[in-house]
């Protein structure tokens, strides 16, 4: 085992929360360290960039995917009373799972942190809504994020950075059917530029966004926060899989970690404080994993909450078609949303509220013989015809909504498997409720209300129901009660001094809106405690 110096802070992860704590705290003179399991990747060897990129795309997911449909070989197990359909989707490297994600950046509104008090179901944040807003601002300038203030349920706020993208034919196509049944179709704020920056094109819509965006476009932790940690100082290592943290003899304070390199050599970070950010499951994963005979159920888990509560919205997409060509493989993949059905009301049969985004998902025309051709076997004329009548014709829209889980609903060691390192495999055990199911015959109801309204036909299920992979949370909740909590309202572990966690498994609650912006929010918000704890304030941006 090797063992380097003591540092100030030790990030575990360098995706979407970690990238911004290195950052805002390198930035201001804390020696900081972040030890990332995946390898960098460049933009040259994003498959976007390479004329035949729809051949490619399964190798970016392949890079770093650890979804086991995708052939990576460190697997999640499925725990066997859960939603078979539930897929984990994300990525292994640095920037995280912001490297082919859609960029889908709405705030939460106030009623979201209520939902206890208003509802009676899932939990109360322990912060205020307007702890949030500074963050909000200050995360939306250094991403550059793009949005106009169409919207009329978004929450007081200030313009956005830079103007909004603007709409596509197809979303514009679907707007037309928002119009007609009263909805606020408006323009989807996204951590995308639509203004050049220095190093990064502006969007160019080339509709590409999930499989890595060659212009730059994409706000993504590698090209904003993570260079702006490099640059001050932060010392990004790659390859490092953190297997556990070390805590002192007294068992009362956290005083590094060890991580494994790629040839299976143990290393020890010694750190005055350790940062969490390996996402909603492999944050719980590593804190069972640090037990000790003092601590068996694992790291600063005295509530037995450590993996519990996990969470990830519901979902639902309608596919539909339309005479004419609306070319939704143009445009970045969300480029539109709805949110009248966002707040939760009592008049409704379920808790809670959700989402529509209006989507450019189609990919090129690799993708779509594919997908929706090749199976009929046609040759010559016919296939000419099919592919000029199908083609740029097809649109889907999707609706993201609240999952309110239980403690059975939950993140643990699988207690036979292990991956290449020879560390336990994390289960995922994930189930929908009443509330969930009600939500989602809701939610198919209107997205075929919409897509109608459009003039689409035609019109079939994409996801009929489940959880979204993607947006993994609240397996370490954060609150004030350290019997009901993992965690304190600045991301500080009850149990462990130094011991912070500042990924989504801090969500009490899913809330409607896509989590990455609160993430980041919420890592700025840590951050800044952080340094104010030390008589310190974040840097001016
Ligand atoms: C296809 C897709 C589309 C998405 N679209 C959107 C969207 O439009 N809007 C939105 O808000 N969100 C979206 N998301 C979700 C978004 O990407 C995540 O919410 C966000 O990246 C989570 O941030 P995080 O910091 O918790 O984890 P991540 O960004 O996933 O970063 C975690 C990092 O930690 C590393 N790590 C984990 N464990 C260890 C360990 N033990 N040692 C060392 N390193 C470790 C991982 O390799 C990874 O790089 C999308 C996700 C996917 C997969
Ligand atoms: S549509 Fe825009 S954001 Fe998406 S990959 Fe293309 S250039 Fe990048």
């Not at 996402?279 to 600063?300: C, Q, Y």
């Not at 539109?336 to 008049?347: E, K, L, S, Y």
């Not at 989507?359 to 016919?382: D, M, Q, S």
């Amino acid at each position: 085992m090797t063992s380097d110096d003591e540092v100030d802070i030790c990030v575990v992860g360098s995706g979407a929360s970690g990238s911004v704590i290195a950052a805002e705290l390198a930035r201001i003179g804390y020696s900081v360290v972040i030890l990332e399991s995946g390898q960098a990747l460049h933009r040259e060897a994003i498959p976007t960039a390479k004329p035949d990129w729809e051949h490619r795309t399964s190798d970016f997911y392949r890079s770093g995917q650890t979804d086991p449909s995708f052939g990576q070989k460190d697997p999640v197990v499925y725990g066997p009373t859960g939603d078979r359909r539930f897929r984990v989707s994300r990525f292994r490297g640095v920037g995280g799972s912001t490297m082919h994600y859609e960029g889908f950046y709405t705030r939460i509104h106030p009623g979201d942190i209520h939902r206890r008090r208003d509802t009676g179901m899932g939990a109360d944040w322990p912060i205020k809504y307007a702890e949030l807003t500074p963050h909000y601002d200050r995360v939306e300038k250094m991403l550059g994020v793009s949005g106009a203030l169409d919207n009329r349920f978004e929450p007081e706020r200030p313009a956005y950075p830079n103007p909004a993208i603007a709409m596509s034919c197809a979303v514009k196509q679907v707007k037309v059917g928002c119009d007609r049944l009263g909805l606020n179709a408006a323009h989807a704020p996204l951590a995308i530029i639509s203004r050049p920056a220095p190093g990064r094109g502006s969007c160019n819509f080339c509709g590409a966004c999930w499989f890595g965006c060659m212009q730059g476009a994409i706000s993504n932790a590698s090209q904003t926060y993570i260079p702006v940690a490099v640059r001050h100082g932060a010392r990004l290592v790659t390859g490092a899989t953190v297997s556990r943290v070390t805590v002192d003899r007294r068992g009362r304070r956290a005083d590094g970690v060890e991580y494994l390199d790629d040839n299976g050599a143990l290393h020890k970070v010694r750190a005055r404080r350790v940062v969490l950010c390996g996402n909603g499951i492999e944050t719980p994963r590593l804190l069972l994993m640090s037990s000790r005979t003092d601590f068996p159920d694992g790291l600063a888990n005295e509530s037995g909450l450590v993996g519990r509560y996990f969470t990830a919205h519901c979902h639902v997409s309608l596919a539909g078609s339309f005479d004419h060509r609306i070319n939704a493989y143009k445009g970045p993949n969300i480029n539109g949303m709805v949110q009248d059905f966002w707040d939760h009301r009592d008049d409704r049969d379920f808790a809670g509220g959700y989402v529509i985004a209006l989507r450019n998902a189609e990919l090129g025309p690799y993708y779509h013989y594919h997908r929706h051709v090749r199976k009929r076997g046609l040759f010559g004329e016919h296939l000419v015809s099919r592919m000029q009548n199908s083609f740029g014709h097809g649109v889907n829209i999707s609706a993201y909504g609240e999952h309110f889980s239980s403690a059975d609903d939950r993140v643990d060691l699988d207690p036979v498997r292990t991956d290449s390192k020879g560390l336990p495999v994390p289960r995922v055990t994930i189930r929908q409720g009443d509330n969930e199911i009600a939500m989602q015959q809701h939610m198919r109801q209107k997205l075929d209300d919409i897509l109608q309204a459009s003039g689409a036909h035609d019109i079939r299920i994409i996801t009929a129901s489940g959880n979204l992979g993607t947006h993994l949370l609240g397996t370490c909740r954060m609150g004030s009660d350290p019997k009901t909590s993992v965690t304190d309202a600045s991301g500080k572990t009850h149990q462990i001094e130094g011991l912070y966690i500042a990924d989504g498994s801090l969500f009490p609650t899913t809330t409607p809106a896509n989590p990455t912006l609160t993430i980041q929010a919420l890592a700025t918000r840590i951050a800044h405690l952080i340094a104010r704890g030390d008589g310190r304030s974040l840097a001016t941006i």
